[in-house]
């Protein structure tokens, strides 16, 4: 029977991917230049969602990593 040695929490891989997905957003923020002007654009949304993304995947994959405790 395991007692839970080599089992890797599966908010570990949402925290992973929260962190992939961030990141893309995070630099398509500056990396690509939008064709049409967006009414709220100053407002930067993805910049925050992409950073908002970041911080919650590296929160997850901190707290839910393998081999902690």
């Given at each position: 029977m395991?007692?839970?040695r080599g089992l890797?929490?599966?908010w570990f891989f949402i925290g992973i991917l929260l962190?992939?997905?961030g990141a893309?957003?995070?630099a398509s923020a500056f990396l690509v230049t939008p064709t049409?002007?967006?009414v709220l654009a100053n407002l930067r949304a993805?910049?925050?969602w992409g950073a908002l993304l970041?911080?919650?995947g590296g929160l997850y994959t901190w707290l839910f990593r393998p081999g902690r405790g």
């Open positions: 395991h007692h839970g890797v929490s599966i962190l992939i997905y893309i957003i995070f049409h002007e967006v993805d910049v925050w970041l911080a919650i």
